[in-house]
């Protein structure tokens, strides 16, 4: 799974959110895709994995979003919950300079040029 080989770890819903904050993050951080809803087997799996680690909760700004993120407030209370902008609605279309805002105000260091637009 650690791809990056870091403590670092942010959660996301899609494929395309992945890609989207991949190509804004300038540090190792190790981004786990969760496909919109997950199991309860796979969530377990994924709490025995993400334990220890330095996590983030980013999904987006609906109802499915929203579920998750309760998921894991409730079974991965320590996780640091990343909030879009509720008028932008889904992490993959949010503009590029707010999800670096948002995501370095989390401390994740982000590519400057994306702060700048």
């Known amino acids: 799974m650690n791809e990056w080989n870091t403590e670092k770890i942010l959660i996301v819903e899609g494929k395309s959110d992945k890609r989207?904050?991949?190509s804004i993050i300038k540090e190792p951080?190790?981004?786990?895709?969760?496909?919109?809803?997950?199991g309860i087997t796979r969530l377990d799996e994924l709490i025995d994995y993400l334990t220890g680690k330095e996590v983030y909760v980013l999904v987006d700004a609906d109802d499915s979003g929203e579920k998750l993120r309760r998921q894991f407030l409730r079974e991965l209370p320590e996780a640091e919950h990343i909030y879009i902008d509720k008028m932008y609605r889904e992490v993959a279309t949010a503009p590029e300079h707010h999800l670096a805002t948002v995501l370095l105000g989390a401390n994740i260091d982000v590519h400057t040029e994306f702060?700048?637009?």
């Open 115 to 117: 702060l700048d637009r």
């Open 29 to 38: 951080v190790e981004i786990i895709c969760t496909n919109g809803t997950i």
């Open 20 to 22: 989207k904050v991949q």
